[in-house]
């Protein structure tokens, strides 16, 4: 009975994993395409409602526009680990390499994103 027991976790585990990993593989290819054309509407409405009151569209546009000029086109995004629900990622970037945290909310939409020197 125990086997059977955490042969179902371990099933019911790689399904939340993979829809977790969906979520952010999806959000962080709409974010690399949206980045490099910048379409500052499309990633203003990648985020939380939370961080879009915070940030402001405004303040999106001066974050994307000052990153674009700053290190050029997003070329690679290699994940890294998870640590505290947040997902990092090395992002390659014309110009320069940096780590990225990322963390998206209940309904895939990001409540934290920044970029930082590895």
Do not use: W
């Not at 569209?57 to 290190?71: A, I, M, P």
């Amino acid at each position: 009975m125990k086997h059977v027991f955490l042969l179902l976790i371990c099933f019911t585990t790689q399904s939340i994993l993979a829809q977790h990993s969906a979520a952010y593989e999806k959000i962080t290819k709409a974010f690399q395409q949206h980045f490099n054309a910048q379409n500052i509407d499309a990633v203003f409405e990648l985020y939380t409602s939370e961080m879009q009151e915070t940030m402001t569209k405004e303040g999106v546009s001066r974050f994307v526009k000052g990153c674009h000029d700053q290190f050029g086109n997003l070329k690679k995004l290699t994940f890294i680990e998870t640590t505290e629900g947040i997902n990092s990622y090395t992002t390659e970037f014309d110009k320069t390499s940096l780590v990225m945290e990322l963390q998206l909310s209940a309904d895939g939409k990001i409540s934290t994103i920044q970029f930082q020197e590895p």
